[in-house]
Structures are given as structure tokens and as C-alpha cells.
């Protein structure tokens, strides 16, 4: 296959998107000469090889039955062993469906990317295969995890396992539940605003969001480098630890990564009493407009307990903390737009490139593009209106702001071990179908009160 030299019109058509201001001599011109310089690229595709992962050996069932998935938890079910004898030999592992598994079909819960199947397995798969982990199914999310609550995956919401009339969050809420309903021993969640902290708190589940940086994020379907997180969802805090054992830790091939990335043992730290743990709890994470009273008498009494056993509590002030989802959000916005433009990856890092996810999701958003959720059409829609109309200065000033934000957690945590604060401020919000696009965006926004994310050099949690 030869590269498709462009035509007129189509030099025609980049020139204006690009305000190139091109006269018609000027077309022509650079039609011949972008039909000349595609020697390169055919030297590239020429030069390169694949990168498969050798599959053979890989079950897959594919999408369960209603009747044996009744929360809708999974959209594939499969069968990849791991090597024996390591420290998760046998462990059942749920991955969420936007983390790659090689010869297992990745949806990322839409479907737009319904039918692309990986050649290579993510790090963290990777990892957990070596150590021993069994794969059996990739778990459901959220349409492209553009929302909070759970409603919003092609393949059917994800219900709340205590209570099947709500959600159980998102958008690793296949993973959540998964968990709760010991389906599996650990499941693989992905965050960037609450995606494995809220589906876990709906779900009485334990789920960590690590340290931007700790957990390599190579061959995980993004949202934003610098604020992608892969994290463990485990019934205890004990499991937890016992899978940030195995996935933390340096990957040249993530950009996302300092240049040196200290882990620690986490399943021996654990233990011991709290009588030298000192808790902040920032009281503007019970003032958020949408805080359900419930919710924070539960944190307000957990808190007591802790203070019961022996830790200093207090409780402090950070006024940015109000203003932190509104500089998270812009910074969401435009550089959502980028990664799109970048076909799912974007452009200008250094790291390994999914070269197949690149031309898959090229093709199919083109094709289908009609199909994404309102979540998504609204983030693009209003991150390329403010970068058009205003140049990019909005979203350049809030990845500023995040310094300003990030110093002013690290101002406390200079005096405290911990800082303490809702997971999410709202119960879990029932299932409520056909919503129009203006419903549906209030329902899926509403649950998560601390988006708040560090670029900072990955530390141990």
C-alpha cells in the first residue's frame, strides 16, 4: 500500500483550517510538494515492524449473557493465565476496558471503538501477568470515562451492587463492582477526576488513585498526560496494597514518569497503631453546593473514630479548594481536544507510541462520531471554542493555576501526614433512563469533589 498523494481540495480545506490564507498558485504548489515529501513517510511505514504480544494462548468468550451479568459489570469476558508462583499466582483480575489486553477486544465502553482489538498488552497487564494475576474479563465504564456516575456506557449502565435501582460510579464501575461482588480478587481501574475513587466509595469497595507517576499508564487509553492515573480496586486495603506492589514502579516508555520513581514495600508498611498519624480535614470539602448532609456525618464519624484511636484530627481551611475543579476543568477541556486531534494520543511526547490504536481510532471517530455521548461532544465543542476564540490563554493560565493549587495542598501536607476529605459528596444517584443531553451532563458531573491531580515527581502515596 502506497500513501494517497492529497488533492487540491483537500490542500485547499487544511489551509483554511490551519488560516494559511492560501491563493490558488499556493495550492497547487504545495500539493506537489506534500505529494513529494510523503517519500518519508513511506520510509517509516516500510521501516516499521510489529510489536504484537504473542496471543495464541488467550480465551476469550466474549460479551456474557444478561442473565449472568445482571449489573452489567463486563462487556468481554476472557482467559489469560499469568506465570506461576508469583505473589499474585491465581489472583482473578477484572481490567477496566480501556486498558490494553493483547487478542482482547477494547471498547473503552462505546461503540465507536467496538471491534479494535490490541496487539499489546498495557504495562500494569504486564505486570500483573508476571506476577502471577489471571485476567478473566475486561470490566465495563463509562462511555470514553467522560462521566462520573455510571450511566453512560454503550453496553448497558453499571448498577450499584447493594442496590441495583442506582449507579455504581464511574467510570470504572465494571471494576468496582466486579470487586463487591467477589467476581474477582482485584480489578484494574483508571482516573483522572474520580474514575476509581467514586465507583469504589458507591460500591463499599477500596480504590486507589496513586501518585501521577507511580504506575506506568503505557498502553492506556488517556484522557490528559498530566492528570492519567491507573490504580488498584480491591475489597480491602490489604489487596490494595498486595497490586501496588506489583504495578508500581519506572517505565521508560511512559512519559508520564519522572526520571526516577522510588516504590516502597506497601503491604509491609502496613500495620502498627495511629496514635503518630495526624489528619487534615479540609472543611471546605463538606461545603460543596451539591454535599449530601448524610454523607458528611459518615466522614465526620469515621474521622471520630480515628481521633477514638489515637490520631491527632484537625480541621483546616484551603480556599483554593473551591476553585480547583473549575482550573481542573479548563485544563480538561483543551487538552481533551488536543489528545483528539491527536487521534487518542497527541503529539510532542516521548514514550511508546499504539500505533494501532492511533489508526483505529482515527478511522472509527470519523466514521461514528455521531455516536459519542453527550459528556464527550460538550468537552470538545467547548475546549475548541476556547481555543479558537481565545487562543489557548485560558487553558495556559489554569495548567499554571494547578502550581498554585498543588502548593497549596502541599502547604498542609508540610504539617500533616494526611489530608482527609469526602471521596464523593453524594450517595450513589439512581439510574434514571433516556435523559435528555442537559440531564444527562447535571447527572454525570455532580459526584466528584476532589478532581485535583499533581505533575509533581512520583513519591510513594
Same mark, same amino acid.
Given at each position: 500500500?502506497?500513501?494517497?498523494?492529497?488533492?487540491?481540495?483537500?490542500?485547499?480545506?487544511?489551509?483554511?483550517?490551519?488560516?494559511?490564507?492560501?491563493?490558488?498558485?499556493?495550492?497547487?504548489?504545495?500539493?506537489?510538494?506534500?505529494?513529494? =515529501?510523503?517519500?518519508?513517510?513511506?520510509?517509516?511505514?516500510?521501516?516499521?515492524?510489529?510489536?504484537?504480544?504473542?496471543?495464541?494462548?488467550?480465551?476469550?468468550?466474549?460479551?456474557?449473557?444478561?442473565?449472568?451479568?445482571?449489573?452489567?459489570?463486563?462487556?468481554?469476558?476472557?482467559?489469560?493465565?499469568?506465570?506461576?508462583?508469583?505473589?499474585?499466582?491465581?489472583?482473578?483480575?477484572?481490567?477496566?476496558?480501556?486498558?490494553?489486553?493483547?487478542?482482547?477486544?477494547?471498547?473503552?465502553?462505546?461503540?465507536?471503538?467496538?471491534?479494535?482489538?490490541?496487539?499489546?498488552?498495557?504495562?500494569?497487564?504486564?505486570?500483573?501477568?508476571?506476577?502471577?494475576?489471571?485476567?478473566?474479563?475486561?470490566?465495563?465504564?463509562?462511555?470514553?470515562?467522560?462521566?462520573?456516575?455510571?450511566?453512560?456506557?454503550?453496553?448497558?449502565?453499571?448498577?450499584?451492587?447493594?442496590?441495583?435501582? !442506582?449507579?455504581?460510579?464511574?467510570?470504572?464501575?465494571?471494576?468496582?463492582?466486579?470487586?463487591?461482588?467477589?467476581?474477582?480478587?482485584?480489578?484494574?481501574?483508571?482516573?483522572?477526576?474520580?474514575?476509581?475513587?467514586?465507583?469504589?466509595?458507591?460500591?463499599?469497595?477500596?480504590?486507589?488513585?496513586?501518585?501521577?507517576?507511580?504506575?506506568?499508564?503505557? =498502553?492506556?487509553?488517556?484522557?490528559?498526560?498530566?492528570?492519567?492515573?491507573?490504580?488498584?480496586?480491591?475489597?480491602?486495603?490489604?489487596?490494595?496494597?498486595?497490586?501496588?506492589?506489583?504495578?508500581?514502579?519506572?517505565?521508560?516508555?511512559?512519559? !508520564?514518569?519522572?526520571?526516577?520513581?522510588?516504590?516502597?514495600?506497601?503491604?509491609?508498611?502496613? =500495620?502498627?497503631?495511629?496514635?503518630?498519624?495526624?489528619?487534615?480535614?479540609?472543611?471546605?470539602?463538606?461545603?460543596?453546593?451539591?454535599?449530601?448532609? $448524610?454523607?458528611?456525618?459518615?466522614?465526620?464519624?469515621?474521622?471520630?473514630?480515628?481521633?477514638?484511636?489515637?490520631?491527632?484530627?484537625?480541621?483546616?481551611?484551603?480556599?483554593?479548594?473551591?476553585?480547583?475543579?473549575?482550573?481542573?476543568?479548563? $485544563?480538561?477541556?483543551?487538552?481533551?481536544?488536543?489528545?483528539?486531534?491527536?487521534?487518542?494520543?497527541?503529539?510532542?511526547?516521548?514514550?511508546?507510541?499504539?500505533?494501532?490504536?492511533?489508526?483505529?481510532?482515527?478511522?472509527?471517530?470519523?466514521?461514528? =462520531?455521531?455516536?459519542?455521548?453527550?459528556?464527550?461532544?460538550?468537552?470538545?465543542?467547548?475546549?475548541?471554542?476556547?481555543?479558537?476564540?481565545?487562543?489557548?490563554?485560558?487553558?495556559?493560565?489554569?495548567?499554571?493555576?494547578?502550581?498554585?493549587?498543588?502548593?497549596?495542598?502541599?502547604?498542609?501536607?508540610?504539617?500533616?501526614?494526611?489530608?482527609?476529605?469526602?471521596?464523593?459528596?453524594?450517595?450513589?444517584?439512581?439510574?434514571?433512563?433516556?435523559?435528555?443531553?442537559?440531564?444527562?451532563?447535571?447527572?454525570?458531573?455532580?459526584?466528584?469533589?476532589?478532581?485535583?491531580?499533581?505533575?509533581?515527581?512520583?513519591?510513594?502515596?
Amino acid at each position: 500500500m502506497t500513501l494517497r498523494p492529497p488533492t487540491a481540495d483537500d490542500v485547499r480545506e487544511l489551509g483554511e483550517q490551519l488560516h494559511l490564507d492560501l491563493d490558488e498558485s499556493e495550492v497547487e504548489d504545495f500539493r506537489r510538494l506534500v505529494t513529494e =515529501g510523503l517519500a518519508s513517510y513511506e520510509t517509516v511505514r516500510k521501516r516499521a515492524g510489529s510489536t504484537s504480544a504473542t496471543i495464541s494462548d488467550r480465551s476469550v468468550s466474549g460479551r456474557p449473557s444478561p442473565d449472568s451479568d445482571p449489573l452489567n459489570a463486563w462487556i468481554t469476558r476472557c482467559e489469560v493465565s499469568g506465570d506461576a508462583d508469583g505473589p499474585l499466582d491465581d489472583t482473578r483480575i477484572g481490567v477496566k476496558d480501556n486498558v490494553a489486553v493483547a487478542g482482547v477486544e477494547m471498547t473503552c465502553g462505546s461503540t465507536v471503538m467496538e471491534g479494535y482489538v490490541p496487539d499489546r498488552d498495557a504495562t500494569v497487564v504486564d505486570r500483573l501477568l508476571g506476577a502471577g494475576g489471571r485476567i478473566v474479563g475486561k470490566t465495563n465504564m463509562d462511555d470514553f470515562a467522560f462521566t462520573g456516575n455510571g450511566h453512560s456506557s454503550a453496553f448497558g449502565p453499571t448498577l450499584n451492587p447493594h442496590d441495583p435501582e !442506582r449507579l455504581a460510579g464511574g467510570s470504572s464501575g465494571g471494576s468496582a463492582i466486579a470487586v463487591a461482588t467477589g467476581d474477582v480478587d482485584l480489578a484494574v481501574g483508571c482516573d483522572q477526576g474520580g474514575s476509581v475513587r467514586v465507583p469504589a466509595a458507591w460500591c463499599g469497595v477500596v480504590g486507589h488513585k496513586p501518585t501521577h507517576g507511580l504506575v506506568p499508564y503505557t =498502553g492506556i487509553v488517556g484522557i490528559e498526560n498530566t492528570i492519567d492515573h491507573v490504580g488498584p480496586i480491591a475489597p480491602d486495603v490489604e489487596s490494595a496494597a498486595r497490586m501496588l506492589d506489583v504495578v508500581a514502579g519506572k517505565d521508560p516508555a511512559d512519559p !508520564r514518569q519522572p526520571d526516577s520513581v522510588p516504590v516502597d514495600d506497601y503491604a509491609a508498611a502496613l =500495620g502498627g497503631d495511629v496514635s503518630d498519624l495526624s489528619v487534615a480535614v479540609v472543611e471546605e470539602g463538606f461545603e460543596r453546593p451539591e454535599s449530601d448532609e $448524610a454523607v458528611n456525618e459518615r466522614i465526620r464519624e469515621a474521622l471520630d473514630a480515628l481521633a477514638a484511636a489515637g490520631a491527632t484530627v484537625d480541621y483546616v481551611s484551603i480556599p483554593m479548594h473551591h476553585d480547583a475543579v473549575d482550573i481542573y476543568t479548563v $485544563a480538561l477541556n483543551e487538552g481533551t481536544v488536543a489528545a483528539f486531534r491527536g487521534e487518542g494520543v497527541g503529539h510532542n511526547w516521548e514514550g511508546w507510541y499504539n500505533t494501532s490504536w492511533v489508526q483505529a481510532f482515527g478511522k472509527y471517530r470519523r466514521a461514528q =462520531g455521531g455516536d459519542l455521548p453527550p459528556s464527550v461532544k460538550y468537552t470538545l465543542l467547548i475546549g475548541a471554542y476556547t481555543s479558537e476564540a481565545y487562543h489557548s490563554k485560558y487553558y495556559a493560565e489554569a495548567m499554571n493555576l494547578r502550581r498554585d493549587v498543588t502548593d497549596a495542598y502541599d502547604d498542609v501536607l508540610s504539617e500533616y501526614d494526611v489530608i482527609a476529605t469526602p471521596t464523593t459528596p453524594q450517595l450513589p444517584h439512581e439510574y434514571t433512563p433516556d435523559q435528555d443531553r442537559f440531564a444527562f451532563l447535571d447527572d454525570a458531573w455532580g459526584v466528584s469533589a476532589t478532581p485535583v491531580s499533581s505533575t509533581r515527581p512520583a513519591i510513594p502515596p
